[in-house]
């Protein structure tokens, strides 16, 4: 049976929550005009001046963007001193103003009002990620139209901008506590481990896992903090492929590309390839369909037929030859990779260019944040997750231009070293079988073996993470697995690079695959053996939660931090107990997450042996000619 017709699809169970942004009346607004002829504007008509920089043009973007939503808001409407107060609801707020729906009555006393009080709470996963909090705010009228049913929208715009709002009446106040608790946290750590000297010499090899340790985690947090982002050149504009692997990814794969090629990217320099592996959903059609509509829709200037192109792979043959192909057909001279279920900002690729300025530069990942964060707690966990180990630990290795992993949702690299790695890339093998997952992670060893690798916080995407727990796990155990083998692989030669990247590369190998052991050790082994409680070892376990809760609440200012104490208690319970199996299996080849070519193989396998047990079971309580024998009991 061929591989097409064994593939199942899987439906998810719990509908992701993501934001909800009004669309533009354009179909790609943040692509620059060539001819000039039409401006980059936002949906309130601001133009973008010649002499903005692109941090500015930027946050004008975010300010513009409108986000749908459905808040009850308290309208207070002050004329001669009389205060008349009604509830409206809201049909989209932006960070600069609001559309909500009124009464013709309401409406004429909100034009004849001297002030207008807007008071509504911004419900988290409405706004980005950090807004979510009540808002008190004047406003004034700007615009009104006729919605029809006798009611009538109203547009207000606020008297300060929701992020200045949000810096003098939150953010103040959350850097403050975060500052303070993330001193008082590294300090008690420090004490705690200097107590590990002193007892050193009781127990020297668990006293100095605990030291090693406490300094790993700390030294990521210091180089983190340490790190700055490469600053925009706007001469610098090489020219860029983005290439899209996708297999059934019919949900996402619209938004992908659309964000792909909204970028705002001189449009004569990117292209954009979507290598399809034989999807057996409705993805082709689906890219089909979005490439018609860019055709009909934008003008020839833009030339999507030139710069959005899409292949289709003559059989399903895996990510890493999906990439491939869409390499070998690349016209420039850098080449993005993006996942099907992962979205650019519209300045992602700009930024994400700029440390190639450095010849030595091979390869650079930006940074990846959760798309569906509200979805339930999962998400919420590995939103925090996320954010660390982008934003602390990547940007503490790209402190040392040594970063381990170029991710799969964005990064980027020179065609030519590409290429010239290709064979060695497309046919790894490991213990005799092909590699089929860790694509990003082999690729970025090939690279950083012999040139640098970087971190651009600036670059931002957004991902879809799992939302159901049994998909979650199989994803950590595949990602266990290809870290175990990509690390022993990088071992081999990361001794060459920069002494201290070298050093923290090694204790980050080692402190995960000893942690069972460890906590094993702490928890069962020293409370059975000396009736003692494990309190240090629970404190310190605390205190690294905190200082990640406290990292979060302090560059985020958002109301998942807890969230980051809470999946260090999920990882020591649940995840930690993966290593030891992914260990013992590093060698299977199965994705879980989805039915591969290997995942099918594995589940026919499977399933032959259970038929065989099934057999075996009859021939032993039955003759040949069916007859069953009496089963003694």
Same mark, same amino acid.
Not at 6 to 15: A, I, L
Not at 96 to 125: C, N, Q, W, Y
Not at 401 to 413: A, I, K, R
Not at 476 to 481: D, I, L, Y
């Given at each position: 049976?061929?591989?097409?017709?064994?593939?199942?699809?899987?439906?998810?169970?719990?509908?992701?929550?993501?934001?909800?942004?009004?669309?533009?009346? =354009?179909?790609?607004?943040?692509?620059?005009?060539?001819?000039?002829? =039409?401006?980059?504007?936002?949906? =309130?008509?601001?133009?973008?001046?010649?002499?903005?920089?692109?941090?500015?043009?930027?946050?004008?973007?975010?300010?513009? /963007?409108?986000?749908?939503?459905?808040?009850?808001?308290?309208?207070?409407?002050?004329?001669?001193?009389?205060?008349?107060?009604?509830?409206?609801?809201?049909?989209?707020?932006?960070?600069?103003?609001?559309?909500?729906?009124? $009464?013709?009555?309401? !409406?004429?006393?909100?034009?004849?009002?001297?002030?207008?009080?807007?008071?509504?709470?911004?419900?988290?996963?409405?706004?980005?990620?950090?807004?979510?909090?009540?808002?008190?705010?004047?406003?004034?009228?700007?615009?009104?139209?006729?919605?029809?049913?006798?009611?009538?929208?109203?547009?207000?715009?606020?008297?300060?901008?929701?992020?200045?709002?949000?810096?003098?009446?939150?953010?103040?106040?959350?850097?403050?506590?975060? $500052? /303070?608790?993330?001193?008082?946290? $590294?300090?008690?750590?420090?004490?705690?481990?200097?107590?590990?000297?002193?007892?050193?010499?009781?127990?020297?090899?668990?006293?100095?896992?605990?030291?090693?340790?406490?300094?790993?985690?700390?030294?990521?947090?210091?180089?983190?903090?340490?790190?700055?982002?490469?600053?925009?050149?706007? $001469?610098?504009?090489?020219?860029?492929? /983005?290439?899209?692997?996708?297999?059934?990814?019919?949900?996402?794969?619209?938004?992908?590309?659309?964000?792909?090629?909204?970028?705002?990217?001189?449009?004569?320099?990117?292209?954009?390839?979507?290598?399809?592996? =034989?999807?057996?959903?409705?993805?082709?059609?689906?890219?089909?369909?979005? /490439?018609?509509?860019?055709?009909?829709?934008?003008?020839?200037?833009?030339?999507?037929?030139?710069?959005?192109? #899409?292949?289709?792979?003559?059989?399903?043959? @895996?990510?890493?030859?999906?990439?491939?192909? @869409?390499?070998?057909?690349?016209?420039?001279?850098? %080449? %993005?990779?993006?996942?099907?279920?992962?979205? *650019?900002?519209?300045?992602?690729?700009?930024?994400?260019?700029?440390?190639?300025?450095?010849?030595?530069?091979?390869?650079?990942?930006?940074?990846?944040?959760?798309?569906?964060?509200?979805?339930?707690?999962?998400?919420?966990?590995?939103?925090?997750?996320? #954010?660390?180990?982008?934003?602390?630990?990547?940007?503490?290795?790209?402190?040392?231009?040594?970063?381990?992993?170029?991710?799969?949702?964005?990064?980027?690299?020179?065609?030519?070293?590409?290429? !010239?790695?290709?064979?060695?890339?497309?046919?790894?093998?490991?213990?005799?079988?092909?590699?089929?997952?860790?694509?990003?992670?082999?690729?970025?060893?090939?690279?950083?073996?012999?040139?640098?690798?970087?971190?651009?916080?600036?670059?931002?995407?957004?991902?879809?993470?799992?939302?159901?727990?049994?998909?979650?796990?199989?994803?950590?155990?595949?990602?266990?697995?290809?870290?175990?083998?990509?690390?022993?692989?990088? @071992?081999?030669?990361?001794? +060459?690079?920069?002494?201290?990247?070298? *050093?923290?590369?090694?204790?980050?190998?080692?402190?995960?695959?000893?942690?069972?052991?460890?906590?094993?050790?702490?928890?069962? #082994?020293?409370?059975?053996?000396?009736?003692?409680?494990?309190?240090?070892?629970?404190?310190?376990?605390?205190?690294?939660?905190?200082?990640?809760?406290?990292?979060?609440?302090?560059?985020?200012?958002?109301?998942?931090?807890?969230?980051?104490?809470?999946?260090?208690?999920?990882?020591?319970?649940?995840?930690?107990?993966?290593?030891?199996?992914?260990?013992?299996?590093?060698?299977?080849?199965?994705?879980?997450?989805?039915?591969?070519?290997?995942? %099918?193989?594995?589940?026919?396998?499977?399933?032959? +042996?259970?038929?065989?047990?099934?057999?075996? @079971?009859?021939?032993?309580?039955?003759?040949?000619?069916?007859?069953? !024998?009496?089963?003694?009991?």
């Amino acid at each position: 049976m061929e591989f097409l017709d064994k593939v199942k699809k899987k439906k998810t169970k719990t509908e992701d929550v993501l934001l909800h942004e009004k669309k533009d009346r =354009r179909s790609l607004p943040d692509v620059p005009s060539a001819s000039g002829k =039409r401006a980059n504007t936002d949906r =309130r008509g601001s133009m973008e001046s010649g002499d903005e920089s692109f941090d500015e043009q930027s946050k004008k973007r975010q300010l513009g /963007i409108r986000y749908l939503n459905d808040y009850e808001v308290q309208v207070t409407a002050v004329r001669e001193r009389e205060k008349t107060k009604f509830i409206a609801h809201s049909a989209d707020v932006s960070m600069t103003g609001m559309a909500i729906f009124v $009464s013709a009555e309401e !409406k004429a006393l909100l034009e004849e009002a001297e002030r207008i009080r807007l008071r509504f709470h911004v419900d988290p996963g409405s706004m980005p990620e950090g807004f979510e909090m009540n808002i008190r705010i004047l406003a004034r009228i700007v615009r009104t139209s006729d919605a029809g049913d006798g009611r009538y929208r109203v547009g207000l715009e606020f008297t300060d901008d929701l992020s200045e709002y949000a810096k003098k009446r939150k953010d103040r106040y959350t850097l403050t506590i975060s $500052s /303070i608790l993330l001193f008082f946290i $590294s300090l008690f750590i420090m004490l705690m481990r200097s107590e590990s000297v002193i007892y050193l010499k009781f127990n020297k090899v668990l006293y100095l896992y605990s030291i090693i340790t406490a300094v790993f985690l700390l030294s990521r947090y210091l180089f983190g903090a340490l790190y700055r982002p490469k600053k925009i050149d706007p $001469s610098y504009t090489p020219g860029v492929t /983005i290439i899209i692997p996708c297999f059934n990814e019919e949900k996402w794969i619209r938004r992908t590309i659309l964000s792909c090629i909204n970028q705002n990217y001189p449009s004569d320099k990117l292209e954009v390839i979507v290598v399809d592996d =034989r999807s057996t959903d409705r993805s082709v059609e689906e890219i089909k369909g979005l /490439i018609e509509e860019l055709e009909q829709s934008e003008d020839e200037e833009y030339e999507i037929k030139e710069r959005l192109s #899409y292949y289709v792979q003559p059989q399903n043959a @895996g990510k890493r030859e999906a990439l491939s192909a @869409g390499v070998l057909k690349a016209k420039h001279e850098l %080449v %993005v990779f993006v996942d099907s279920d992962s979205f *650019l900002d519209p300045f992602a690729i700009r930024n994400l260019v700029q440390p190639f300025k450095d010849p030595k530069m091979a390869g650079v990942t930006g940074r990846t944040d959760v798309a569906n964060t509200y979805t339930n707690s999962l998400t919420k966990l590995q939103s925090v997750r996320y #954010y660390i180990a982008f934003r602390i630990m990547k940007a503490a290795e790209s402190f040392f231009h040594c970063v381990t992993c170029l991710s799969g949702p964005l990064s980027c690299y020179r065609k030519e070293l590409v290429l !010239k790695y290709l064979d060695d890339w497309r046919n790894q093998t490991f213990l005799g079988q092909k590699a089929t997952f860790g694509d990003d992670r082999a690729l970025t060893n090939i690279m950083l073996r012999h040139h640098r690798t970087y971190y651009q916080d600036t670059a931002i995407c957004s991902t879809i993470v799992p939302n159901e727990h049994r998909v979650f796990l199989k994803q950590q155990m595949r990602w266990k697995r290809s870290w175990l083998r990509e690390s022993f692989t990088a @071992g081999t030669f990361i001794w +060459r690079k920069e002494p201290f990247a070298a *050093l923290f590369f090694y204790i980050g190998l080692c402190v995960p695959v000893l942690a069972p052991l460890i906590v094993i050790y702490n928890l069962v #082994y020293v409370p059975i053996t000396t009736y003692a409680f494990p309190t240090t070892f629970l404190v310190g376990m605390l205190m690294m939660s905190m200082m990640m809760s406290t990292a979060q609440l302090f560059l985020r200012k958002s109301s998942t931090w807890i969230y980051g104490f809470l999946f260090c208690l999920y990882y020591e319970a649940v995840l930690l107990w993966q290593m030891p199996v992914a260990i013992l299996t590093f060698w299977k080849s199965t994705w879980g997450t989805r039915m591969t070519k290997n995942d %099918v193989e594995a589940l026919e396998k499977k399933n032959q +042996r259970k038929a065989g047990k099934k057999k075996h @079971g009859r021939t032993e309580n039955g003759t040949e000619d069916g007859t069953k !024998k009496e089963n003694v009991l």
